[in-house]
């Protein structure tokens, strides 16, 4: 199991589907009953689902470029190689082409929430969702999902696990981790395990107050390079150069990937690529981090002038954006990483909807946690921000050990991901968090949300 550290982006795509299809079959229920025909007639399910299409390609019209968040399906990307044609045919202008392979993108999408719908989950429950193989089984016929729902059935062990996984997924959902204690004790209670499996399962699994070897974690980076070497670049091994992009990012090199292993410091990019990947709902919006300070031509470090205003003004592009895109104001939440010296990173966050500026630092003054004292960001936020008239709270936040001088950038992006999805910020093994971290990395491969990096050259 361990979903809370291996592959909790996969269920969450599922979950993904799933809301989409329920969102969608509602739409096409309803537009059954409000749409009519050229002839003043009532559509039937197919009319009814066509202007449900039409409708949800038009909001899609609004978003940015590929791997833009639609609210009720999800995140929409152009996928050649997912669709199975190139992107144009002769004749055909580029538009045209966008959008019939957007619409083949949402079917997809759409198809697969209807699988873990109607026969996957509806038959077998949300436990399912941890299987292995829960990706092929999305994209099976429907014979074959019938047959393994048949024989899953009839397997009584094999249907107990599930029911066993099923509070499991709603405590990952609601709470951020799974309780491997409480599972791994079902397990023993049900005879599912001997004792000698039980051991080895907390070995491969540890309890997230256990320290995660360095070796867990440096494999699992070794086996993301691997992937991104074979299906994005097609070739043995990364050569210095080669970049990537996810979900239609700027530009990153594949030197990220090493930055994720024990005692390595995250430097500005590999955080906005692990944000970027990041889950999150669509008022959600993060930027590439701060710098506080800079460094002068004598090599010395000197703070630098109303640093934030730069993000003042991408806060008022994103009102913007978001006032194109609804067509109204919609609160938004902002969250950007804070680069202290280039020593330390934080997160701020400034929150519309609860009009309130929230600080995350996890190498904190005790003293500034307790308002005995004020933080030097306190008063650069209030220089920049009090038109918001705005609360300022400096957060407790998990803090770093002693001996700690590397995870805060892993830690940063924790907390947005926790943050973002409104979860708690628990205590965590910074190397179980990059750990996820690296999941999410692996899974944006088999996804094929991450590609080769492709630089544009300019028409002569």
């Known amino acids: 199991m361990g979903a809370s550290q291996q592959d909790k982006v996969t269920i969450l795509n599922m979950l993904e589907y799933m809301g989409a299809w329920q969102w969608y079959d509602s739409q096409v229920e309803h537009a059954k009953g409000t749409t009519q025909t050229k002839k003043k007639k009532q559509v039937g399910r197919r009319g009814a689902a066509i202007a449900v299409m039409n409708r949800i390609q038009e909001g899609a019209a609004h978003c940015a470029d590929n791997g833009s968040w639609m609210r009720g399906v999800g995140r929409i990307t152009l996928e050649e190689d997912e669709c199975g044609l190139s992107l144009m045919r002769g004749g055909e202008s580029i ?13 997809m999408q759409l198809s697969r929430g209807q699988k873990l719908c109607t026969q996957i989950v509806g038959k077998l429950g949300l436990g399912i969702l941890f299987d292995q193989k829960i990706w092929k089984y999305t994209k099976s016929s429907i014979a074959n999902i019938d047959n393994m729902v048949k024989r899953i059935l ?10 066993i996984l099923e509070p499991q997924l709603k405590l990952l959902i609601e709470e951020g981790t799974p309780d491997l204690a409480a599972f791994f004790e079902n397990l023993v209670d049900s005879r599912l395990v001997t004792d000698n499996e039980l051991r080895e399962l907390q070995v491969e699994f540890p309890l ?94 000197r703070p630098i002038k109303r640093p934030l205003a730069s993000w003042a003004k991408k806060i008022a592009q994103h009102r ?12 938004l939440v902002y969250f950007c990483p804070i680069n202290h010296g280039n020593k330390h990173f934080t997160l701020l966050e400034i929150n519309e909807r609860k009009q309130v500026i929230c600080h995350y630092d996890s190498m904190a003054d005790s003293n500034t946690i307790l308002g005995v004292k004020e933080s030097r960001l306190a ?49 965590q093994d910074p190397k179980l968090m990059a750990l996820e ?15 080769r990096y492709k630089r544009r050259h300019r028409v002569k």
């Not at 913007?320 to 609160?331: Q, V, Y």
């Not at 709270?393 to 973002?420: H, M, Y």
């Not at 990395?441 to 949300?449: G, I, K, N, P, Y």
Request: proline share 5%; charged share 30%; net charge negative.
């Open 154 to 163: 009839e397997d009584k062990e094999h249907k107990k696990l599930l029911d």
């Open 437 to 451: 971290m690296v999941e999410g990395l692996q899974a944006s491969v088999e996804d094929r949300t991450m590609i």
């Open 95 to 107: 538009t045209a082409r966008q959008r019939e392979l957007q619409r083949r993108r949402i079917h």
């Open 208 to 301: 997230e107050s256990r320290s995660l070897p360095d070796a867990t974690l440096d494999t699992a980076i070794d086996h993301l390079v691997e992937l991104v070497s074979t299906k994005v670049l097609n070739k043995a091994t990364p050569e210095s150069g080669d970049t990537v992009a996810i979900n239609g990012s700027v530009e990153l090199s594949c030197e990220i990937f090493n930055r994720l292993r024990p005692g390595e410091w995250l430097d500005s990019w590999t955080i906005m690529a692990l944000m970027q990947i990041s889950d999150r709902p669509a008022f959600v919006k993060y930027d590439l981090s701060i710098p506080l300070d800079e460094s002068g031509s004598d090599g010395q470090i």
């Open 320 to 331: 913007r954006e978001a006032k194109d895109d609804f067509g109204e104001a919609c609160p």
């Open 379 to 427: 008063g650069l936020v209030r220089g920049e921000f009090k038109n918001l008239r705005y609360s300022y709270i400096e957060v407790p936040t998990p803090q770093q050990a002693k001996d700690d001088d590397w995870s805060c950038g892993i830690r940063v992006v924790w907390n947005f991901r926790q943050l973002a999805n409104d979860l708690p910020i628990r205590e």
